[in-house]
T-cell receptor
Framework: GAGVSQSPRYKVAKRGQDVALRCDPI?????LFWYQQALGQGPEFLTY????????KSGLPSDRFFAERPEGSVSTLKIQRTQQEDSAVYLC?????????????FGEGSRLTVL | GIQVEQSPPDLILQEGANSTLRCNFS?????LQWFHQNPWGQLINLFY???GTKQNGRLSATTVATERYSLLYISSSQTTDSGVYFC???????????FGAGTTVTVRA
């Protein structure tokens, strides 16, 4: 596609529910990142994929967070047993290069509200 | 990790005014990007500028990597320039962007 696509754009979950957020990166982009943005703050790194390999998951806040990119294109961020503090915008980004600096392009984000 | 500081945190402008936003970073960088976050939350790429100067219409940016800062200039501001501007850097020993806290710009008609 022309840009990074994320779905759903908005998700409301009851505390304790599991959610799955999808990211479709720019076609051919090697690197894929997930970021979390709390209200009024800058995005914070969650995890990084180079093709299908998850090379860094140091930013995932707890073991309730899990990400995958099984075929090296579409990625899913899963949050189990959601808590109110998980409420945030989840941003996905991709870049053409892997392991080297390159311009990063972001999707529109998925806004998660946990009640 | 690398630290990124943006100033000022908030900026109120009259339409037509010029302004300068600053980004300081704590270490050498391979990548620096400026983004504008629109009201719907999407991060719009403004500049990919690890060094040097670039211009795009009324916006321009300069990065002086040796002195660890970057500047974003907005000239003849318009109400559509309102929003949050983020600076993000990738350290030389890293591969991910680290973001500053942003500058919230409000342009009044």
């Amino acid at each position: 596609g022309a840009g990074v696509s994320q779905s759903p754009r908005y998700k409301v979950a009851k505390r304790g529910q599991d959610v799955a957020l999808r990211c479709d990166p720019i076609s051919g982009h090697v690197s894929l990142f997930w970021y979390q943005q709390a209200l009024g703050q800058g995005p914070e790194f969650l995890t990084y994929f180079q093709n299908e390999a998850q090379l860094d998951k140091s930013g995932l806040p707890s073991d309730r967070f899990f990400a995958e990119r099984p075929e090296g294109s579409v990625s899913t961020l899963k949050i189990q047993r959601t808590q109110q503090e998980d409420s945030a915008v989840y941003l996905c980004a991709s870049s053409m290069l892997g392991g080297a600096p390159g311009e990063l392009f972001f999707g529109e984000g998925s806004r998660l509200t946990v009640l | 990790g690398i630290q990124v500081e943006q100033s000022p945190p908030d900026l109120i402008l009259q339409e037509g005014a010029n302004s300068t936003l600053r980004c300081n970073f704590s270490d050498s960088v391979n990548n620096l990007q400026w983004f504008h976050q629109n009201p719907w939350g999407q991060l719009i790429n403004l500049f990919y500028i690890p060094s040097g100067t670039k211009q795009n219409g009324r916006l321009s940016a300069t990065t002086v990597a040796t002195e660890r800062y970057s500047l974003l200039y907005i000239s003849s501001s318009q109400t559509t320039d309102s929003g949050v501007y983020f600076c993000a850097v990738e350290g030389s020993n890293d591969y991910k962007l680290s973001f500053g806290a942003g500058t919230t710009v409000t342009v009044r008609a």
